[in-house]
């Protein structure tokens, strides 16, 4: 009795419209965006998870004269000046995995502000698994379905999948990794400065200086330039990986079929 009930449950959910969900996320900006989906999106540590066709639309309608373009992976998608554009994103045309979203709002010439980089999980396919759960006691027991969502990690050291604290995001075309995730897996040392004010990295007799929200970065006391700022989130500085593993004299390779970063540690 308990499989038919199972069963019956799935093949109604199999069949039955799916509900659609709102979930309002801030990237690295200070500006919301709106995410709408046909499907149930579901809230990670980083953003969001997201299936099917997604609309996307700013946090409040914006002023007159005020221009927004909206960027999925760095690529600018549609161009507005309306008070409450959106733009619907087919997200089975993309890859399993992470991608990011921006709204950037400009007056004339001059950006007025940005949504900042927004990560999503697209979840169309295998990484998405239906969990059946039995609660309840007595003569009354219910089956509860609900959706687990199976993340799989863009960098992978020494061909396998990393263990990371915080999962790491693309922004301007480059990956972002934790510091301390980064040298969990190749080895070394972190340390914070004095308030805070810049963190401290040591691998090989290499020491590595960063500069929270700023590209700057001290290789054994010589200036040098990651091309990209870093930033702090939850205590932990992001840093783009293959610079910061270049100077370390590590190597990295970006797939981009896979979408994947594979870094080789000597």
Request: glycine share 10%.
């Amino acid at each position: 009795m308990r499989h038919l009930v199972i069963l019956l449950l799935l093949a109604a959910l199999a069949v039955a419209p799916a509900m659609a969900g709102t979930l309002t996320l801030t990237g690295t900006g200070a500006y919301a965006l709106q995410i709408v989906g046909t499907a149930p999106l579901l809230a990670t540590t980083t953003g969001a998870a997201v299936s099917g066709t997604i609309t996307l639309s700013p946090g409040e309608s914006l002023k007159e004269g005020l221009t927004s373009t909206f960027y999925v992976d760095s690529q600018a998608r549609f161009v507005s000046a309306l008070p409450r554009p959106e733009l619907a994103v087919d997200t089975t045309k993309l890859s399993d995995g992470i991608h990011e979203l921006r709204m950037d709002v400009s007056d004339g010439t001059q950006l007025a502000f940005s949504t900042g980089g927004i990560p999503i999980h697209v979840v169309n396919n295998s990484t998405v698994n239906l969990i059946i759960g039995q609660t309840g006691g007595g003569n009354a027991p219910f089956v509860k379905l609900y959706r687990k969502i199976l993340l799989r990690e863009i960098v992978w050291f020494n061909n396998r999948e990393a263990d990371l604290e915080k999962h790491a995001v693309v922004q301007g075309g480059r990956v972002f990794i934790t510091l301390t995730d980064l040298l969990r897996h190749v080895g070394g040392t972190i340390i914070w400065g004095p308030s805070k004010s810049y963190v401290l990295a040591e691998r090989n007799s290499v020491k590595l200086r960063f500069i929270p929200g700023s590209s700057r970065v001290y290789v054994n006391g010589k200036r040098a330039s990651l091309g990209h700022s870093t930033w702090r989130s939850d205590s932990r500085l992001f840093v783009p990986i293959r610079p910061v593993l270049a100077l370390l004299g590590v190597d990295t390779d970006w797939n981009r079929l896979q979408g994947r970063a594979y870094v080789n540690t000597p």
